[in-house]
């Protein structure tokens, strides 16, 4: 196999000189220059898959917002995270979250500890500016562990990404399109009859909803380990 | 000085938002020369006045009457501020949305009763649910949203204080979704 050469690029983020290596994307080196980027499916050290498009940036020259998650860095390139479009058009990506399913925030039990939550405080959003679909799913509560339920979840696959590329197990996948869109375990089984399913507890981890919560805790007793995994890659990379 | 008329309106919600209100304690005390309720369950007026400067909706719209209420409500009023998030996203009050009006009316008129011979829903005098409980925004306008599940005192004590004053505030310090 022939190995691309990594060579340091050097570019503006933000009329900001920075530079990085080719491989690199233009949100981790925004991170490695303490310029803030909203992100909702990026977890660090999982791979990046712009779903969620919260990420978006400006880049001069292109028509359309790109997302920074998967955008990998070019030469002279000039990069603008925040515009007044670029925050019109996050706030209307968040609404379409809050709208899509039912995120009734005092019956979760990931109250208080939600990123979808905490990003309409930090995008300032106080209201859906599209109208709520009030669509239906059934709820998977089979496992002896844990739920899923579609109805809160934003489709972020991070619990897909992190059951394949850390726990090797690809027990979860995307099943159904558009709206009706939905995570299921092996194909399209209930949870408990999952044979890929390792009951490890990774995917409820990372969820940043309350699509995936642990059964039988009260919203007190939550906690989203989320930072764990990725204290699990890097001590697996130390290796 | 003139007093600001304020009326404070509870829709479809379970009255927490009213509550915190209330839960202002001492600041009230310090609000009330400043503003004249004039229409609220706080007060014993049956008629929605003219000329009000801001009425405080608490609660979502579930039932005919509240539409025709909320939009005689916004033509007499200056400002509208929604409170809480049944106001605001239908919260609790639009669990409903995702089963429909009629099996909530079976559960409740038919399921659980224990006498129900006619095997009949109300249907007079009772205002008539629609068939999805909306946000106040998806009806009439919405100037001010002060989210939260209840929107806790000092929000609504900060944002008082700020439209007494003529001055703008940045409610996401403090209050948001949920709690």
């Known amino acids: 196999m022939i190995r691309e050469k990594v060579r340091v690029k050097s570019f503006k983020i933000n009329d900001i000189c920075v530079t990085g290596q080719s491989n690199q994307t233009i949100l981790e080196v925004a991170r490695d220059n303490n310029i803030e980027i909203p992100t909702m499916c990026y977890l660090e050290g999982l791979s990046c898959v712009g779903s969620c498009r919260m990420c978006i940036v400006e880049i001069k020259g292109s028509h359309e917002p790109t997302p920074a998650c998967t955008a990998k860095i070019k030469e002279g390139m000039e990069v603008t995270t925040s515009s007044p479009q670029i925050e019109a058009a996050r706030k209307m990506i968040l609404s379409m979250m809050f709208s899509e399913r039912s995120h009734v925030c005092s019956t979760c039990v990931a109250n208080g500890d939600c990123e979808l939550q905490s990003k309409s405080v930090e995008l300032e959003l106080e209201h859906s500016e599209v109208p709520y679909l009030n669509q239906r799913f059934e709820i998977d509560a089979s496992h002896k562990n844990f739920v899923n339920d579609p109805n809160r979840c934003i489709l972020c696959t991070r619990c897909i990404r992190v059951c394949d590329e850390i726990e090797g197990a690809h027990a979860l996948d995307l099943a159904g399109r558009g709206l009706n869109m939905r995570i299921v375990h092996d194909m399209d089984e209930p949870w408990a009859a999952s044979q890929s399913c390792t009951s490890c507890g990774k995917c409820v981890y990372v969820c940043p909803t309350g699509a995936l919560y642990e059964k039988d805790i009260s919203e007190e007793e939550v906690i989203k380990k989320r930072g764990i995994i990725t204290e699990l890659i890097k001590n697996r990379s130390q290796r | ?179």
């Open chain 2, 1 to 179: 000085m003139k007093k600001i008329r304020l009326a404070t309106l509870w829709l479809d919600g379970c009255s927490g938002c009213h509550m915190s209100i209330l839960d202002m304690d001492e600041k009230l005390i310090e609000i009330a020369p400043f503003i004249d309720v004039v229409y609220s369950p706080y007060v014993d007026t049956k008629e929605f006045p003219k000329d009000v400067d801001l009425t405080i909706v608490e609660g979502a719209l579930s039932t005919d009457h509240d539409i025709a209420m909320i939009k005689k409500i916004r033509e007499n009023s200056k400002l509208m501020l929604a409170l809480g998030d049944c106001a605001i996203t239908g919260n609790v009050s639009a669990m409903k949305n995702l089963f429909g009006s009629d099996v909530v009316l079976e559960r409740g008129y038919l399921d659980l009763a224990d006498i129900n011979e006619s095997k009949e829903y109300p249907s007079k005098i009772v205002p008539k649910l629609l068939d999805k409980v909306l946000p106040l925004h998806e009806v009439v306008h919405v100037d001010y949203f002060l989210p939260g599940c209840p929107t806790p005192s000092d929000a609504i004590y900060e944002m008082l204080k700020a439209l007494i004053e003529g001055r703008e505030i940045n409610i996401h310090s403090l209050t948001r979704f949920g709690k």
